[in-house]
């Protein structure tokens, strides 16, 4: 059955896969990011969401995507503080972390196993439970990157000179 999952997916998927695997590995260390692709981050989120519309969930599976975002939101908030090194107008330095890749993992594998089960077993799709948990996942990872952009937004902005000397070690 396994097989059967991985043979039938289609090859531009995999490309998508390794695509997403690098660019979440590259956020794994120090680096220096325009503050535009940081402000952008929150679309991502967004279309997580929009998926969540896509299954036609009951009214209460918006409340725990409410909730849900909310934390994700905070903790996003709360974490990102301690990676952001410096901040210009046009820049942030940040260190490496791990999150940003467990977050495009976290999408990718929602819209796989939803993909997967359209072709498997299209009857889990409408259950209440799968809604949930589907919902809950893209919530948190859409609340995780609204908190980490809403965290870069609001720190402190430092001279250009100071954001390259700690980037780049100087």
């Given at each position: 059955m396994?097989?059967?999952?991985?043979?039938?997916?289609?090859?531009?998927?995999?490309?998508?896969?390794?695509?997403?695997?690098?660019?979440?590995?590259?956020?794994?260390?120090?680096?220096?990011?325009?503050?535009?692709?940081?402000?952008?981050?929150?679309?991502?989120?967004?279309?997580?969401?929009?998926?969540?519309?896509?299954?036609?969930?009951?009214?209460?599976?918006?409340?725990?995507?409410?909730?849900?975002?909310?934390?994700?939101?905070?903790?996003?908030?709360?974490?990102?503080?301690?990676?952001?090194?410096?901040?210009?107008?046009?820049?942030?330095?940040?260190?490496?972390?791990?999150?940003?890749?467990?977050?495009?993992?976290?999408?990718?594998?929602?819209?796989f196993?939803?993909?997967?089960?359209?072709?498997?077993s299209?009857?889990?799709?409408?259950?209440?439970?799968?809604?949930?948990?589907?919902?809950?996942?893209?919530?948190?990872?859409?609340?995780?990157?609204g908190?980490?952009?809403?965290?870069?937004?609001?720190?402190?902005t430092?001279?250009?000179?100071?954001?390259h000397?700690?980037a780049?070690?100087?």
């Amino acid at each position: 059955m396994i097989d059967g999952i991985l043979n039938g997916v289609p090859t531009w998927v995999w490309f998508l896969f390794v695509f997403l695997l690098i660019l979440g590995l590259i956020d794994t260390r120090a680096r220096k990011s325009p503050l535009h692709v940081f402000y952008l981050l929150p679309l991502l989120g967004a279309m997580s969401l929009r998926a969540v519309n896509a299954l036609d969930v009951v009214f209460a599976v918006w409340g725990v995507v409410l909730l849900v975002y909310v934390f994700g939101a905070w903790v996003g908030f709360r974490v990102q503080k301690k990676w952001i090194v410096a901040k210009s107008r046009m820049f942030v330095s940040l260190k490496g972390e791990w999150l940003t890749l467990v977050q495009i993992m976290s999408i990718f594998a929602i819209n796989f196993a939803t993909g997967t089960l359209k072709a498997v077993s299209p009857e889990l799709l409408t259950s209440t439970t799968y809604h949930i948990i589907f919902a809950a996942i893209a919530a948190m990872v859409a609340g995780l990157f609204g908190g980490r952009t809403l965290s870069v937004a609001l720190a402190p902005t430092t001279e250009l000179d100071e954001v390259h000397r700690v980037a780049f070690g100087l």
